[in-house]
């Protein structure tokens, strides 16, 4: 049995979100607790809740300890099938942080899995955007071998949520290794910005015009493509996400939301200054996605590399688990500003 501390490390929902993905790809039962101890609200919330429940459902494990609060799971995985699955997660919490959850699990399901999540939050604080996901992350797994469409239905924001999407992984018999040891030259840089029933207040507009003015003052061109959304009438909200593909195959990327007594101008500065660091460090990988790729690199064959400028507590957590769990090894050097983070087979 796999025993985890939820509170070593960084402490977070990331240590139960990747313990669930592993084990079940592993076969492996897993016994965690302390889950989320330092947080405000410990234990299982509304989304980790419902990330384990669906990740149960495509490996048909055996749970216990799933209740609301809960600092303590068990989890026994059997034979990860995919399917049809309908999850809900009620609150605004994160859509993208339960797909993060299970999608490595789906990546070795038997089968096609298509997912339709509702009732949850697209773009919320302390989570990637949904928007995130589709430039960013599925791009750059779609490079290791990893095919997939998502589909938003309605955006979803906080207090209330409400947003749906659906998600189809396709089998991957086996992940290709990651290998970005150097930035290239920028191709281009392309953007989204999004607002749901804020065309009147021109959210979208504003929060292009400004990111675009920052980039161009600091010599890069962009083409953001403004959305005027409409397909949730109870939530009012907006984003925006930004990214850059260079010619070796680098895809950076930085998003924001929009928040109340937060202008969209600053909204759409603050989205290009985070670009803006990433371009000036030259890193190959940017800091959120950093963490993100790590199980993916540790379970794919040969050895990955990429820089990324800086050592977050979640990239060392998820370091710290798949070296824990699978038979891999990681290394981490400071090369100049940025960190070469490199893993090899043991």
């Not at 607002?195 to 675009?212: E, I, P």
Request: proline content about 3%.
């Amino acid at each position: 049995m796999i025993e985890i501390d939820g509170n070593k490390k960084s402490g977070s929902g990331t240590i139960l979100r990747l313990s669930i993905s592993l084990a079940s790809i592993l076969g492996e039962e897993l016994h965690i607790y302390n889950i989320r101890k330092r947080r405000r609200l410990p234990g299982l919330r509304p989304q980790h809740l419902e990330s384990v429940l669906i990740a149960a459902k495509l490996c048909n494990a055996k749970v216990k300890g799933t209740t609301l609060g809960s600092e303590e799971l068990w989890f026994k995985p059997s034979e990860i099938i995919g399917g049809e699955i309908e999850a809900q997660i009620g609150t605004a919490g994160s859509i993208p942080m339960l797909l993060m959850t299970i999608l490595p699990i789906c990546a070795f399901a038997k089968k096609r899995t298509h997912i339709h999540v509702n009732n949850g939050g697209t773009s919320v604080r302390y989570s990637p955007t949904i928007n995130y996901l589709q430039y960013i992350l599925l791009p750059m797994l779609e490079k290791m071998g990893l095919k997939t469409q998502l589909t938003i239905h309605k955006y979803g924001y906080y207090p209330r949520g409400m947003g749906e999407i659906s998600l189809t992984v396709q089998p991957c018999k086996k992940l290709s290794a990651l290998y970005l040891p150097k930035f290239g030259k920028t191709i281009i840089t392309k953007g989204l910005s999004v607002c749901t029933f804020l065309k009147n207040r021109k959210v979208a507009d504003r929060q292009a015009k400004s990111a675009t003015q920052r980039l161009r003052d600091s010599g890069y061109d962009v083409q953001i493509k403004v959305v005027y959304d409409s397909s949730n009438p109870h939530q009012k909200g907006s984003s925006i996400v930004l990214f850059t593909q260079t010619d070796y195959g680098v895809l950076l990327g930085v998003d924001e939301i929009g928040e109340l007594g937060k202008s969209s101008e600053i909204v759409g500065s603050n989205v290009a200054e985070k670009l803006l660091k990433e371009l000036k460090a030259q890193a190959t990988v940017d800091i959120n996605l950093a963490d993100m790729l790590i199980p993916y690199v540790a379970l794919a064959d040969g050895n990955s590399v990429f820089l990324t400028r800086s050592m977050t507590d979640h990239l060392s957590t998820n370091i710290w688990l798949t070296q824990k769990l699978l038979n891999v090894n990681f290394q981490v050097k400071k090369s100049g500003k940025l960190y070469r983070v490199e893993k090899s087979l043991s």
